[in-house]
C-alpha cells in the first residue's frame, strides 16, 4: 500500500525569505501523481501543485516550486518570498491512476506559520 | 461561477441521529469523492462516484451512505452507526477517472459536523 510521510509538523519562516516542506511517499508504482495542496484556516483545500512522476522536470506555480526525486521517492515544496498568506496547513498527496478510481493518499500535513 | 459548494458550514446532532451533508458542483465532473478530516490527520476516503448511480466504498465507508442520483450532487448521510462522527467533511469532484486522462481533485469548503 502506498503510504505519504510528512516529517515535519510544524515550520516557520519570516516573510519574504525561502521555507522548504519536505513529503516522502512509499510505492511500488512507476507512473503515479504527486500534489502539494494548502489548507488556510478558512479549512478549504486548495491546490498548489502537481507533478506527475514521469515528467522529469520539476513543476512550478509562480512562487511555489518542487524538488521530485523520483528515486529517493521525495517531493518537497519549496516556498520562495513568503507571504502572510502562506500560512496554512500543507499536504503532500499522491495518486495512482487508472485503477477504479483515482485515489488521493495523503500525509498528516506540515503547519506552516509566516512571520512579518 | 463554477465550483463545488458544501451546506452546511457547520451541523450538530444529537446522538442516534442521522445527518445529511450537502454537496453540489457545476463544474460538470463527473467524479466526486467525500473525505473525512480529524485533527492531525490528512483526509481520508469516505465514498466515492464515477458517474452517476454508482458510488464505491472508500477506506473508513463504515456508518456512511451516499447517493448520487444527479451529476451535480453527492449527499452523504452520517448515520448512528457510525461510532465517532465529529469530523470535517470534505468533499471533492474531478473530470472522468475511467476516461483514462487523470485530473486533479478540487474541494468544496467542508461541513464541521458536531455530535452533541
Known amino acids: 500500500a502506498q503510504t505519504v510521510t510528512q516529517s515535519q509538523p510544524e515550520m516557520s519562516v519570516q516573510e519574504a525569505e525561502t521555507v522548504t516542506l519536505s513529503c516522502t511517499y512509499d510505492t511500488s508504482e512507476s507512473n503515479y501523481y504527486l500534489f502539494w495542496y494548502k489548507q488556510p484556516p478558512s479549512r478549504q483545500m486548495i491546490l498548489v501543485i502537481r507533478?506527475?512522476?514521469?515528467?522529469?522536470q520539476n513543476a512550478t506555480e509562480n512562487r511555489f516550486s518542487v524538488n521530485f526525486q523520483k528515486a529517493a521517492k521525495s517531493f518537497s515544496l519549496k516556498i520562495s518570498d513568503s507571504q502572510l498568506g502562506d500560512t496554512a496547513m500543507y499536504f503532500c498527496?499522491?495518486?495512482?491512476?487508472?485503477?477504479?478510481?483515482?485515489?488521493?493518499?495523503f500525509g498528516t500535513g506540515t503547519r506552516l506559520q509566516v512571520f512579518p | 461561477d463554477g465550483g463545488i459548494t458544501q451546506s452546511p458550514k457547520y451541523l450538530f446532532r444529537k446522538e442516534g441521529q442521522n445527518v445529511t451533508l450537502s454537496c453540489e458542483q457545476n463544474l460538470n465532473h463527473d467524479a466526486m469523492y467525500w473525505y473525512r478530516q480529524d485533527p492531525g490527520q490528512g483526509l481520508r476516503l469516505i465514498y466515492y462516484s464515477q458517474i452517476v448511480n454508482d458510488f464505491q466504498k472508500g477506506d473508513i465507508a463504515e456508518g456512511y451512505s451516499v447517493s448520487r442520483e444527479k451529476k451535480e450532487s453527492f449527499p452523504l448521510t452520517v448515520t448512528s452507526a457510525q461510532k465517532n462522527p465529529t469530523a470535517f467533511y470534505l468533499c471533492?469532484?474531478?473530470?472522468?477517472?475511467?476516461?483514462?486522462?487523470?485530473?486533479?481533485?478540487?474541494f468544496g469548503p467542508g461541513t464541521r459536523l458536531t455530535v452533541l
Open positions: 507533478q506527475e512522476a514521469y515528467k522529469q
Open positions: 498527496a499522491f495518486m495512482k491512476p487508472f485503477l477504479n478510481t483515482d485515489k488521493l493518499i
Open positions: 471533492a469532484s474531478s473530470i472522468d477517472p475511467l476516461a483514462g486522462d487523470t485530473d486533479t481533485q478540487y
